[in-house]
T-cell receptor
Framework: EDKVVQSPLSLVVHEGDTVTLNCSYE??????LLWYKQEKKAPTFLFML????IEKKSGRLSSILDKKELFSILNITATQTGDSAVYLC????????FGKGTRLHILP | DGGITQSPKYLFRKEGQNVTLSCEQN?????MYWYRQDPGQGLRLIYY???????QKGDIAEGYSVSREKKESFPLTVTSAQKNPTAFYLC?????????????FGPGTRLTVL
């Protein structure tokens, strides 16, 4: 059965800390992996990853994919309270499969 | 402003009633999707439409119906046959129906059945 597993399920850190969120997957015909940030409402798109080993970066956020080991990580450096959100990982094979998300809370 | 809108933001209904959730996009996207999100669970696909006048069942279509008469609009009806309809409903769209396309989400509708 295709699945996407995110860890940890929740995380609480202090402002300024660096966090790493994990997403592992098992799918039949991998095409791409997506990261979204969901605050109170709609998930907003962060990154799409299709190739192994190429880091995508946007400000303090970065992500990389390992297609051999079937996982991706999302790094957030120098965290701020505005980074508090649920981070969703999704994998596209012949359909899109979402993980359950990691709930990140940044303490001031 | 280009984007995806959903209405209403909050919806309450009595058991046994059908209710329709609106989703509109002005991004000129071909494909539109409906997901349901429950606490502690990932997003689950209800229905999707890759092109006007065509739609397909997702993983949890039972108790739901959709229509796609216009490119911009993809309303979802939650029928009385849906056993546990209280949830957060998200609509999304993508430029084409290609499986690698990024999906962009609307703000969601929180449905509560009393």
């Amino acid at each position: 059965e295709d699945k996407v597993v995110q860890s940890p399920l929740s995380l609480v850190v202090h402002e300024g800390d660096t966090v790493t969120l994990n997403c592992s997957y098992e799918v039949t015909n991998f095409r791409s992996l997506l990261w979204y940030k969901q605050e109170k409402k709609a998930p907003t798109f962060l990154f799409m990853l299709t190739s192994s080993g190429i880091e995508k970066k946007s400000g303090r956020l970065s992500s990389i994919l390992d297609k051999k080991e079937l996982f991706s990580i999302l790094n957030i450096t120098a965290t701020q309270t505005g980074d508090s959100a649920v981070y969703l990982c999704a994998v596209i094979d012949d359909k899109i499969i979402f993980g359950k998300g990691t709930r990140l809370h940044i303490l001031p | 402003d280009g984007g995806i809108t959903q209405s209403p933001k909050y919806l309450f209904r009595k058991e046994g009633q059908n209710v329709t959730l609106s989703c509109e996009q002005n991004l000129n996207h071909d494909a539109m999707y409906w997901y349901r999100q429950d606490p502690g669970q990932g997003l689950r696909l209800i229905y999707y439409s890759q092109i006007v006048n065509d739609f397909q069942k997702g993983d949890i279509a039972e108790g739901y119906s959709v229509s796609r008469e216009k490119k911009e609009s993809f309303p979802l009806t939650v029928t009385s046959a849906q056993k546990n309809p209280t949830a957060f409903y998200l609509c999304a769209s993508s430029l084409t129906g290609r499986r690698t396309d990024t999906q962009y989400f609307g703000p969601g509708t929180r449905l509560t059945v009393l």
